[in-house]
């Protein structure tokens, strides 16, 4: 539930901005308000769990997000929306990884805890997918659905999570408050000046502003790391440069992935007149496409280098991307969409799969946790800080090619093309992202017997 709510929204953002009014930065704020506040809070998340008892926060993380997801269907503008929508991610950025750490403490070790963990593991999956799918066919009906249908689900979960599950045992920790807070808040903060610039004007104070401050507040986040009792970040796992590189690559590619599913969605709807039901089923072949490379990856990956597949990834990634934004109005699906998306799903697929395991290779079972979340966090936190910067390059394209901002239902002939080359622009930004992933994976130098032993010691630690 918690992953499907970061994918489901991308196939309703059409009817959402006709519904709501919502401006081009606005939409995009349905999808980035979710993201900063689940990977700028995950972290203290986890901790939380430690302090005061995982069940206990789990229950309160679900709850949360449960309730978040009602003020998400029953929102009447863009700032209730959003607002609900940054509740949503708080409540995942507690439920999430308490829920995993459940799922280590409940099931005894062995197989039935690896079996539990590869259940946990595909849903994980399952969720990111189903999300498009779900998505487009509860919009069908209206957007509101894909909020609301997580009401009667999340309650299901309390009520089951409060007969089935053992408290576990907890310490007293000193909490990184300060640090989740002021991360998120310089993320935020750098996002909307960067999301709005195009639509406030880039010399406006409010633009300026906010830029300065993001910047200023996580200045002051890394100070206050660098003192904290037990922080978030802890510095000492940034001292290898392979590990520094494979955390900017899997920022990165993450990017890629998030910024291309928005924009494409929004384009097989409001270009090519897409309903979301068969927009959502369009990303199917998206899907075959990543789960080919990435058992391909994970058998290649023992025996080449990882860099090589990020890098042989974001060859397939650039060209598909690029001529994907010299699509129009006139595209069709099976002449033009069908091989590019299952070409970049493939692309993406080659490229993701080493990295989480660079980012643990050649440490102790102590330090996997700690750089596993790290790791997830730069993947949660890659997607809404380059849509800030990729939504900002469509929507200058389409005002500067005379289009308008708003519903696409309400434009004319000439201001629906300028968005749709503004749409297809946003592909650009994403092959620059897959670009920058590709040469950063240069500089990994981890090798394959490093990789497998990571794998070895992930499954380990795992176990318990």
């Avoid at 430690?50 to 863009?78: H, P, Q, W, Y």
């Avoid at 520094?244 to 007149?273: K, N, P």
């Avoid at 749709?420 to 090798?447: D, M």
């Avoid at 070895?456 to 630690?461: D, L, P, T, Y």
Wanted: glycine letters at 12%; a neutral charge; charged letters at 10%.
């Amino acid at each position: 539930m918690v992953v499907l709510d970061g994918t489901v929204a991308n196939l309703a953002l059409a009817r959402l901005q006709d519904d709501l009014g919502l401006s081009d930065a606005g939409r995009n704020w349905v999808l980035t308000s979710y993201a900063l506040a689940f990977g700028g809070l995950m972290l203290l998340g986890g901790r939380i769990g430690d302090a005061f008892g995982r069940k206990k926060m789990f229950i309160a993380g679900v709850s949360l997000f449960t309730v978040s997801s009602l003020l998400c269907g029953l929102a009447f503008n863009e700032a209730t929306l959003v607002a609900a929508r940054a509740l949503q991610g708080t409540g995942a950025a507690i439920a999430s990884p308490t829920a995993f750490a459940l799922v280590a403490t409940t099931f005894a070790p062995g197989p039935v805890r690896n079996q539990a963990i590869a259940v946990f593991a595909a849903m994980t999956g399952i969720g990111s997918i189903a999300g498009l799918i779900i998505g487009g066919a509860l919009t069908e009906f209206s957007w509101r659905w894909i909020f609301l249908i997580n009401v009667p689900i999340g309650i299901a979960i309390v009520a089951l999570a409060v007969v089935a599950l053992r408290e576990t045992a907890h310490e007293r920790l000193s909490l990184d408050i300060p640090g989740a807070v002021l991360a998120t808040l310089g993320c935020t903060a750098i996002v909307f000046g960067i999301s709005e610039g195009p639509e406030m004007g880039w010399a406006s104070p409010a633009v300026i502003g906010s830029l300065i401050a993001g910047f200023a507040l996580l200045g002051m986040f890394l100070a206050v790391e660098r003192t904290a009792d037990n922080p978030l970040l802890p510095f000492s796992l940034f001292k290898d440069r392979d590990r520094v590189a494979t955390f900017i690559a899997i920022f990165f590619a993450s990017a890629v992935i998030f910024c291309m599913a928005a924009y494409v969605a929004l384009f097989v709807q409001d270009i090519l007149g897409y309903s979301p039901l068969k927009a959502g089923l369009a990303f199917i072949p998206f899907a075959v496409g990543l789960g080919s490379a990435a058992f391909v990856s994970s058998k290649l990956a023992v025996h080449i280098q990882p860099r090589w597949l990020v890098v042989a990834g974001a060859l397939i990634m650039v060209p598909g991307l690029l001529y994907g934004s010299t699509l129009d109005g006139t595209a069709t699906y099976f002449g033009n969409l069908f091989v590019l998306v299952i070409g970049i799903g493939f692309g993406v697929g080659l490229a993701v799969v080493p990295l989480p395991l660079c980012a643990v290779a050649g440490v102790g079972p102590a330090e996997i946790g700690p750089l596993t979340a790290i790791a997830q966090v730069a993947q949660t936190l890659g997607g809404p800080l380059a849509l800030s910067v990729v939504g900002a390059m469509a929507t200058s394209r389409t005002l500067s090619l005379g289009g308008t901002n708003g519903a696409a239902v309400d434009m004319n002939p000439t201001e629906l093309a300028a968005l749709g080359e503004g749409y297809t622009f946003s592909l650009v930004g994403c092959a620059v992202c897959a670009v920058i992933a590709g040469i950063v994976a240069l500089f990994i130098r981890f090798t394959p017997q490093q990789v497998a032993q990571a794998h070895e010691a992930q499954e380990a630690a795992q176990r318990g």
